[in-house]
């Protein structure tokens, strides 16, 4: 992370902070041990083991080396006391760029801290680092040292807050809002615990009665926590085609059903030719016959050179018309 110029260290003018190369090494090990039991919530909370002998995923391993040499790089930086981050905080109040990049670099830790919290809800650790990291900034720019608060208190809200709106913003194709997403944070917790108590995947009654949550807000959680399909996917191992190609447009009419409507359609213009050509007209107007737009009487008597009361009557004529002269073909489709 500390190595690629997207990295939070990087972006905020160089910033790394504290612990000894030891204290790194036991920390990003319990960084890494202390991983939520919590998968997907889609998934009942079940977990995946891999299969014995299986080779680590390689983006999994570049991750922890980069979160490794991060950790290590913001060892370098000493905690800070509270006396020394109400200095700090008067001084930034100054406009001294030296004191806020002090006092934001000596709390990248618990940047980190909070942000392997979230590390099981869509995003990797490196980009929960990096939207933690601009929310200390952005805590760092509003502390009040005259308040009498705690700097680490104060942030910490800060940075859960720039976290849980990334993860809400950025983790899922389809934007899940804000106040959903905490929701699905407490059901995840509850679906845990009842997972763990019972042995099995909680209904969403047992779930709702755990968590305080409606069972209705329970079942459209469960909807918002599906993640979409791409219709671009491989319908098969063996196969060059895509979902797409197969999934049956319901918009569309079946082949036997579009050869039955091109069917009506010959035998209603076969039937028009008892009508006189005016009358076909009318009524090729008036019900969007051969592809037109259907149109009212007036509309439809105006593009003739008709007043309504004569268009009316030319329908009615050829509307008699077609039924003394119904044959067998149209009388299928009048049952």
């Known amino acids: 992370m500390a190595r690629r110029q997207s990295s939070a260290a990087k972006q905020n003018d160089g910033m790394t902070t504290l612990l000894t190369g030891e204290e790194a090494d036991d920390f990003f090990a319990g960084t890494l041990e202390q991983q939520e039991s919590e ?46 981050e109400i200095e700090l905080a ?27 919290r979230y590390r099981h809800h869509g995003l990797g650790l490196q980009d929960l680092v990096q939207e933690g990291s601009l929310g200390l900034m952005r805590a760092v720019e509003k502390f009040d040292p005259e308040r009498g608060n705690k700097f680490s208190t104060y942030a910490t809200w800060w940075i859960r807050q720039a976290v849980t709106r990334a993860i809400a913003n950025k983790a899922r194709t389809i934007r899940v809002p804000v106040h959903m997403n905490e929701v699905l944070n ?11 108590e019972l042995g099995r995947v909680p209904t969403p009654d047992e779930l709702s009665e755990a968590s305080g949550v409606s069972r209705e807000k329970v079942l459209l959680a469960y909807d918002s926590s599906r993640s979409p399909l791409s219709l671009d996917s491989a319908c098969g191992d063996d196969s060059d085609a895509t979902l797409a190609d197969v999934i049956q447009d319901e918009t569309a ?6 050869t039955a409507a091109n069917l009506m359609v010959t035998h209603v213009l076969d039937s028009l030719v008892c009508l006189s050509t005016e009358e076909r007209e009318l009524l090729s107007f008036r019900y969007g016959l051969t592809g037109r737009t ?20 030319l329908e009615v004529r050829a509307l008699n018309k077609l039924r003394r002269g119904v044959n067998s073909n149209m009388r299928e489709y009048l049952r």
Do not use: W
Not at 45 to 69: K, N, W, Y
Not at 186 to 192: E, F, V
Not at 253 to 258: G, H, K, Q, R, S
């Open 39 to 84: 998968s997907d919530f889609a998934d009942g909370g079940a977990t995946t083991e891999p299969i014995d002998g299986e080779v680590a995923a390689e983006p999994r391993e570049v991750e922890e080396d980069s979160v490794r040499i991060y950790l290590r790089e913001i060892a370098r930086h000493k905690l800070l006391t509270g006396r020394e």
């Open 90 to 116: 008067r001084r930034i109040k100054a406009g001294d760029a030296v004191a806020k990049r002090k006092l934001i670099q000596s709390n990248l830790r618990l940047v980190v801290s909070i942000a392997k």
């Open 186 to 196: 407490k059901l995840r917790k509850s679906n845990t615990a009842l997972c763990q």
């Open 253 to 258: 009419l079946a082949p036997d059903e579009a």
């Open 294 to 313: 259907p149109m009212s009487l007036e509309e439809s008597g105006r593009n003739m050179g008709l007043t309504k009361e004569q268009a009316r009557n």
